[in-house]
T-cell receptor
Framework: GEDVEQSLFLSVREGDSSVINCTYT??????LYWYKQEPGAGLQLLTY?????DMKQDQRLTVLLNKKDKHLSLRIADTQTGDSAIYFC???????????FGKGTRLHILP | GAVVSQHPSRVICKSGTSVKIECRSL??????MFWYRQFPKKSLMLMAT?????????EQGVEKDKFLINHASLTLSTLTVTSAHPEDSSFYIC?????????????FGQGTRLTVV
């Protein structure tokens, strides 16, 4: 199939860690991405990971990739109110480098 | 980082008219740009791949005569919604990858909210 799957909603208390999960289907994907979309705004690239890596850390963000299970996760440490947004998982595939997106996970921060 | 600019950010048009949306890479060149459409509460759906100097490649189910794409230069791609109808109302986003990144990084425009009345 063509789908990139992720859960639609996640609620996390401020200060806790958020973990957003994603599964993809194409084992030939070269790069996997996490994008953030704030209300009324476009997409912001948060981070990406090459398919031969299993982890990438960038400040509060940690990306884990399990290529065998085609599972990608994004961990946001010390979640803040400004992290409230929709997070899209995406994979790059094919000769023309198409980016295929998941439906997005809406992250809600509880006080 | 690289900047992709989309214009206009919002447009309201009458049913039956055509609307042109521009996607510009401001500080880099891109041989390939992509056009997406975002439905309410749904993900981004790839509409077409815009190739500089050649015809666009459309995804299955996307009418190429309705959504005209022109990629006249390495910094500009345009999407024209022809004979727009209310069901074409949506959020359209373009993306481009700088040539030097060898397509590892894609940058997105801010999107265009199209409302057809």
């Amino acid at each position: 199939g063509e789908d990139v799957e992720q859960s639609l909603f996640l609620s996390v208390r401020e200060g806790d860690s958020s973990v957003i999960n994603c599964t993809y289907t194409d084992s030939s994907s070269t790069y996997l991405y996490w994008y953030k979309q704030e209300p009324g705004a476009g997409l912001q690239l948060l981070t990406y990971i090459f398919s031969n890596m299993d982890m990438k850390q960038d400040q509060r963000l940690t990306v884990l990739l399990n290529k065998k299970d085609k599972h990608l996760s994004l961990r946001i440490a010390d979640t803040q109110t400004g992290d409230s947004a929709i997070y899209f998982c995406a994979e790059r595939r094919g000769r023309d480098d198409k980016i295929i997106f998941g439906k997005g996970t809406r992250l809600h921060i509880l006080p | 980082g690289a900047v992709v600019s989309q214009h206009p950010s919002r447009v309201i048009c009458k049913s039956g008219t055509s609307v042109k949306i521009e996607c510009r890479s401001l500080d880099f060149q891109a041989t390939t740009m992509f056009w997406y459409r975002q439905f309410p509460k749904k993900s981004l759906m790839l509409m077409a791949t815009s190739n500089e100097g050649s015809k666009a490649t459309y995804e299955q189910g996307v009418e190429k005569d309705k959504f005209l794409i022109n990629h006249a230069s390495l910094t500009l791609s345009t999407l024209t919604v022809t004979s727009a109808h209310p069901e074409d109302s949506s959020f359209y986003i373009c993306s481009a990858s700088p040539i030097w990144t060898k397509n590892t990084e894609a940058f997105f425009g801010q999107g265009t909210r199209l409302t057809v009345v």
